[in-house]
């Protein structure tokens, strides 16, 4: 069944070329599908459309379909395009032409619309659940690590004393500036597109406050022409917010690979997370690792990919967008398991104190001793000359004396704080608001 369909018969390569994976995608926007027609319903129930007596007839089919559903055993049979379609199959098997009654004043472009925009609301916050796990997880290793000091890096090669507590410090706290990219990616998507239908409204005096009430978004998309033009948009927007995350991650993972060679020796994975070679008996690689910096590699390229999709098309809906549920949905279900694997493999390192008075790492504290000339009244410019002299003349000695106090340096890494700015973001999403609302539309 084609909710669109003509007399003609179209061509089955034709038909299979232009469905493509949407079935498959679908069934993830199953629940949501029936929750956005529940409120349509509900909305036609108000103005008149759909009596009282066929409202009660349709309620307890929408809630046994959005059941099956969660429980993931509705599916989108062959002969049916999507699951707009599929849904309404069922109604319309189990209540006759009343079924077919839930497509007035809606169109599929703003079913699938408002379906997209639910789904993209859950699966930040499922995003953000994980992201809050390794947030804690490092906050908590920064404070437990911050007295193992090691050796800091530029252009990989030494430069100055760092700590375990600087590094996991670092990554929590652009964990915060990622959840940020979600918050906006959030507003965007937590607009309500219902009631637009195929772009340009509906002769139907449609209550779309109605429907953005009863759904949980923060207001509709004003103007119907926009609302359709979100699409694109608001994958676009969350593909930064999945690649800023991407890059956070891909950082770590290229850090935790290198620090876990032998030649670095500051921290090791136990077997579970490593793998072994098939004639080296000593290996063990970090390949949970390797393929985080693989895979978030690969998230880093979305917003590309979402923006060709997306160039050079005029307002209105074009079938070029139905690409974008293949960028955007396996990346999401990507992001949950890098960001639940990365959290599972650091919850288990060893992590290992280096000794810098080793020869190797004498040059880390020249910069040190730069400062200590200066403290004593020499400009920095002739202290810097000065040690410069001295490590090339093989006369340099290095100072063990590390005492750096200001704002997020090694003696004061702000760990509070940056706990203070995630509470406020993550507390900034109304996703405890949004679940009251999703109730109290089943209640109806």
Not at 380 to 403: H, K, L, N, V
């Amino acid at each position: 069944m084609k909710l669109w369909n003509k007399s003609a018969q179209l061509n089955e390569k034709v038909e299979q070329f232009t469905i493509g994976r949407d079935q498959e995608f679908d069934l993830q926007l199953a629940r949501f599908d029936i929750e956005a027609s529940m409120a349509h319903t509900y909305m036609l129930h108000t103005l008149g459309i759909i009596s009282a007596e066929e409202w009660l007839a349709l309620k307890p089919e929408l809630f046994r379909l959005h059941e099956k559903a969660i429980r993931e055993e509705l599916v989108i049979h062959p002969q049916v395009e999507d699951i707009h379609s599929q849904v309404e199959l069922e109604l319309t098997q189990a209540l006759g032409e009343l079924g077919k009654k839930i497509h007035t004043g809606r169109s599929r472009n703003d079913q699938v619309l408002v379906d997209l925009k639910l789904f993209y609301r859950d699966e930040i916050q499922q995003i953000l659940e994980r992201i809050q796990e390794l947030f804690d997880l490092l906050q908590s290793h920064s404070e437990q690590y911050k007295q193992v000091l090691i050796p800091g890096y530029t252009h990989t090669q030494l430069a100055m004393v760092s700590s375990f507590g600087l590094w996991f410090g670092a990554f929590a706290e652009a964990l915060v500036d990622d959840v940020g990219l979600f918050r906006h990616a959030f507003e965007v998507a937590n607009q309500n597109p219902l009631g637009s239908a195929a772009g340009y409204g509906s002769s139907f005096p449609l209550d779309r406050q109605l429907t953005t009430d009863l759904l949980g978004f923060a207001r509709p998309d004003y103007n119907v022409v926009k609302a359709q033009m979100g699409r694109g948009k608001t994958e676009l927007t969350l593909s930064y917010a999945l690649a800023g995350l991407a890059t956070t991650l891909n950082k770590l993972a290229s850090d935790a690979i290198l620090y876990c060679n032998q030649q670095y020796d500051l921290m090791a994975f136990s077997r579970a997370f490593t793998t072994g070679s098939s004639i080296m008996p000593h290996k063990k690689n970090p390949d949970v690792m390797e393929l985080i910096r693989g895979r978030t590699a690969q998230l880093m390229q979305l917003p590309a990919q979402v923006t060709t999709a997306m160039a050079n098309l005029t307002s209105g809906y074009h079938r070029d967008f139905q690409l974008l549920k293949e960028y955007l949905f396996p990346a999401l279900a990507q992001t949950k398991t890098v960001l639940e694997l990365c959290t599972l493999s650091l919850a288990d390192v060893t992590i290992k104190a280096p000794d810098l008075k080793e020869e190797k790492y004498k040059y880390l504290f020249s910069t040190e001793v730069v400062n200590k000339l200066v403290q004593e009244g020499m400009s920095f410019r002739e202290a810097y000359f000065t040690i410069s002299a001295q490590i090339e003349s093989g006369i340099y000695e290095p100072s063990y004396d590390i005492r750096h106090t200001h704002i997020g340096s090694l003696g004061n890494l702000c760990t509070a704080q940056i706990q203070n700015r995630m509470r406020a973001l993550i507390n900034s999403f109304p996703f405890e608001a949004i679940a009251q609302k999703r109730a109290a539309l089943w209640a109806l």
